[in-house]
């Protein structure tokens, strides 16, 4: 049986198999640069679906890495796929306070998940202007409380939680807010959709920036 090997050659075959059966009408070049990135890394046409950008979304995103902000994520996990080395050429660092020891503190104290109280301690430093949750959706229940308070205004919320409890309610809830987002309908989501949006910003980003 043949088979390609060279992973270069691999990736721009899946490439030119998603484009084939995303409808391009329904989103804008960048849009579709970031569809296409969230199937590849699922193999799942329906995210093409269900994903919704949200006021602007896609160019604030952009602005935001290009300006240095950092980024804060629900899970270490989703801070490990994100390229923080390509992060790190425009200033922006990759966080996740969900797993220090002041958020489990907190998450005991206050009888909350330490998601929630990861997010609630990313709140509290300004230069955290990108929040991206793929796993928990208290952590997103979480920043939209914090965002309708007026306590934050994030410059991007990528809010793909997956599960059956609360990720529906918590995405519909996010794109009925005033802040720039990235959504994915229903129950699906997941870290890997969370890490191909962020990632498929930055390689925007380098596009535009002509980051070296």
């Known amino acids: 049986m043949d088979y390609l090997i060279e992973p ?10 998603i484009e084939r059966r995303i409808n391009r009408k329904i989103f804008s070049e960048e849009e579709m640069e ?7 890394a699922t193999a799942d046409f329906e995210f093409a679906r ?22 804060v994520t629900d899970t270490r996990m989703a801070r490990a796929g994100i390229r923080r080395i390509l992060a790190s050429k425009f200033g922006s660092r990759v966080k996740c306070y969900s797993v220090s020891k002041k958020a489990r503190e907190m998450a005991e104290e206050m009888g909350i998940t ?17 929040f991206v949750i793929g ?10 409380e ?8 994030p410059a991007l919320v990528v809010g793909v939680p997956v599960g059956f409890v609360g990720a529906k309610e918590a ?26 949006i962020v990632n498929a910003l930055l390689l925007l980003a380098e596009r535009r920036d002509g980051v070296e």
């Open 34 to 40: 970031i569809a296409k990135r969230v199937v590849h």
């Open 50 to 71: 269900l994903m919704r950008f949200n006021r602007n979304a896609v160019e604030s995103g952009i602005e935001a890495l290009r300006a240095g902000w950092d980024i």
């Open 171 to 196: 995405k519909e809830e996010l794109l009925q807010l005033p802040v720039p987002s990235i959504a994915v309908k229903g129950c699906k989501g997941g870290t890997p959709v969370a890490v191909a």
């Open 8 to 17: 270069m050659a691999i990736e721009k075959k899946s490439f030119a198999i």
């Open 146 to 153: 914090l965002i309708k308070k007026e306590k934050i205004s």
């Open 135 to 144: 796993n928990a959706p208290t952590a997103l229940f979480k920043l939209n």
């Open 114 to 130: 330490r998601a929630m109280a990861g997010i609630m301690i990313g709140a509290e430093e300004p230069k955290n202007r990108i």
